[in-house]
């Protein structure tokens, strides 16, 4: 399987650019794909060494908007997050193709 049908994006928020400082990088992931799956996409996606791998699911948000005719509910999408710890020294550079 291609490395970026399970990684999706990275997540790229200023919570998330402190942890890269750690040395940890956080991705949208394919919500079926397990931690040796994800371990196995970022080392073939970017060359780096994986010690580990969390992954958190999360639920989609409930929302509802009020039209003129209705009022219309529904659901944001629901989607899995990996955290995944680099060895020493290895980083990724998000913003090299920029």
Known sequence: MNP???LKKPVVT???NALNE???YSFIVHPKANKIQ???AV???YGVTV???KTLNYQ???KTRYTA???VQGRTPSYKKAIVTLAEGDFIDFYSGV
């Open 4 to 6: 970026f049908d399970i």
């Open 14 to 16: 200023e919570k998330a």
């Open 22 to 24: 750690q040395g940890k």
């Open 38 to 40: 994800i371990k196995r």
């Open 43 to 45: 080392e073939a996606a």
């Open 51 to 53: 010690e580990d791998v």
């Open 60 to 62: 989609g948000k409930a």
């Open 69 to 71: 005719s209705k009022i």
